[in-house]
Every structure is written in structure tokens, then in C-alpha cells.
């Protein structure tokens, strides 16, 4: 079955680049008018342009940082005044820091933890009501391989990303019956601006896909009639992340300590 979006409007943050553009095209593709979040306006609005032009949808440009509440608060406004109801929302917008915790800057840990835990949980707060009032969609949070083990050197990040997949798994399971899925997206290294952001490779583990691999796998998730709570992108992804399930935890601390340099 293909996902039939028209009628309907889906709000993505991270827009302006990597994974976040990629989905919000494929939204598009599939009729969602479209809230587009991020802080850069003008790779927004060249998406925008680019989308209406060739999907015939509207879209919504939102300039917000999601570190702070007035940017959730602005979302949530865009979102209601869209002509359409919110029937997807893709949580994500999100950066990593890397090196020793202490050495971290203490503001930096705060504006990951601001975006990737608050502004996920709060957005999924506000707009599931309309979600649900909408009896179809699905509310999708950009979680990691990352989310599966704790990550020495990437401490923050990868708690970060557990709490994304514990919290939308939960949900998944609150939201049966509704019509309304809750799917955790976790991609592996993935290329676009994100390790730029980190301003390093290093912690990449694995070959590296492409935003547009990291689409296609969520749009086969989302096809599905029950969507399951969790998608790993990528087949050795998936064999890494179901390996990590099953042995001791004190096994997966030495084998990830020796990749990640911890
Ligand atoms: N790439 C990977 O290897 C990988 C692997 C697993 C999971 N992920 C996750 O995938 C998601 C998307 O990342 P990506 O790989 O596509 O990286 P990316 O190209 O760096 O995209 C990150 C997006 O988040 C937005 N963003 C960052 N800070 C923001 C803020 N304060 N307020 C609003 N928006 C903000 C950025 O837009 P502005 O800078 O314009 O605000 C950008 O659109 C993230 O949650 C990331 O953790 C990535």
C-alpha cells in the first residue's frame, strides 16, 4: 500500500538539510502541504520553492531554534494555522557533540539535550491531540543506531537517543487502536552536514548511507498497515542493533569503547 498524504499537512523540523529535506520532499511527493522548521530561512525557502513548483503543495516556512521554547511555541502556532490538519509530524531536527563529557561545553550540552529530548517531547506533546483528532498519521522521531548502547565519548548524544527510542516506542504501544503510529527512524552514519556539525568522522561506525537510503527505508515503514515502532536503516545497521540487544551489556561497553575510543 502507498501512503496517500493529500489532504493532510506534515510538519518537519530539520529541514534545511540532510535527512530532514530528503523526507520532506518524499512528503511532499505523496501530497502533504508541508510546515518546514529550521533555523536557516533561506535553504528553507529555496526547498519551499522547489517543492511547490514541482508537488503543487503549499508549504510553510518556520524559522525557529527548537533549543528554546518560543521556537516549539511558533511551531505549534504554524502547525494549527496550516489550511490542513497535521497528519505527520517528523521530529528531526538534531546535532551531536563528541570528546570527553567534561571537556564538553556546558552550553552546547545543554542545547543538545534542549533539541533533540525537550523539543521532540514537547512538539509530540502539543501536536498528538491534533494527530488524533485526524484518526491517521504518524508522529516519526529521528532516533540513531546510536539509541541502542551507550556511546563513551558521545555520552550525551547517545543518551540522547535513547531516550528518543524508549519514549516512542512507549508511545507506539499507548497510541494502538488510534490510527496514529509512533515510529523511532534510526539511521547509522548517514551523509549529510551532520558530522560537520560534530566536527569529526571519527565516531562514524560502518558504511555510510545517504539520506535518500535513510528515506526509503522510513516510506517502506510507513506503507505498512502497521507500521512497527522501530526502523533501523540499513541492513547491517539492523544485524548491529539486534546484536547489541542480546549480549551482555558489560560486552557491548568493551566492544563500543574500542570503536568510539572511549
Ligand atoms: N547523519 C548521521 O549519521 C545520523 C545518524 C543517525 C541519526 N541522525 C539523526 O538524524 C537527524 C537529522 O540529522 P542529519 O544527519 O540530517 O544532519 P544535518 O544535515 O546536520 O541536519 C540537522 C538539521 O537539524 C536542524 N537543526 C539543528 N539545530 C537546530 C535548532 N537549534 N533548531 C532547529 N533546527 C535545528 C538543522 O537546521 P539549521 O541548522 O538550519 O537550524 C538541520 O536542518 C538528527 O536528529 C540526527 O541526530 C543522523
Known amino acids: 500500500m502507498t501512503l496517500d498524504l493529500h489532504g493532510s499537512s506534515a510538519v518537519v523540523t530539520g529541514a ?3 535527512i530532514g529535506a530528503v523526507v520532506a520532499a518524499r512528503l511532499a511527493a505523496r501530497g502533504a502541504d508541508l510546515v518546514l522548521v529550521a533555523r536557516r530561512t533561506d535553504r528553507l525557502e529555496e526547498l519551499a520553492a522547489r517543492l511547490r513548483a514541482e ?5 510553510d516556512v518556520v524559522p525557529a531554534d527548537l533549543t528554546t521554547p518560543d521556537g516549539v511555541t511558533e511551531v505549534v502556532k504554524a502547525a494549527r494555522a496550516a489550511d490542513r490538519p497535521v497528519g505527520t509530524l517528523v521530529n528531526n531536527a538534531g546535532f551531536g557533540t563528541h570528546g570527553p ?3 564538553e561545553d556546558p552550553q552546547r550540552v545543554d542545547d543538545e ?3 533533540n529530548v525537550t523539543a ?5 506533546r502539543a501536536l498528538l491531540p491534533d494527530l488524533l483528532a485526524h484518526a491517521s498519521g504518524a508522529v516519526v522521531n529521528v532516533a540513531s543506531t ?3 548502547q551507550p556511546l563513551p565519548r558521545m555520552a550525551v548524544y547517545g543518551a540522547t537517543k535513547a531516550y528518543v527510542l524508549s519514549f516512542t516506542e512507549a508511545l507506539s504501544v499507548e497510541l494502538r487502536g488510534t490510527g496514529v503510529h509512533a515510529i523511532a527512524l534510526c539511521p547509522g552514519a548517514t551523509r549529510t552536514e551532520f558530522f560537520d556539525v560534530v566536527g569529526s568522522e571519527e565516531p562514524a561506525v560502518g558504511r555510510f548511507q545517504t539520506a535518500d537510503q535513510v528515506a526509503d527505508t522510513l516510506f517502506r515503514a510507513l506503507d505498512r498497515r502497521r507500521p512497527r ?5 540499513g541492513r547491517a545497521n539492523a544485524l548491529a542493533a539486534a546484536l547489541v540487544n542480546v549480549l551482555p551489556r558489560r560486552l557491548v561497553l568493551a566492544a563500543v569503547s574500542r570503536v568510539t575510543g572511549g
Open 16 to 18: 534545511s538539510s540532510g
Open 55 to 59: 508537488h503543487g503543495v503549499a508549504v
Open 101 to 103: 563529557f567534561v571537556e
Open 113 to 115: 539535550v534542549a533539541l
Open 120 to 124: 521532540l517531547t514537547n512538539l509530540t
Open 146 to 148: 546510536a539509541a541502542f
Open 229 to 233: 515502532a522501530t526502523v533501523v536503516s
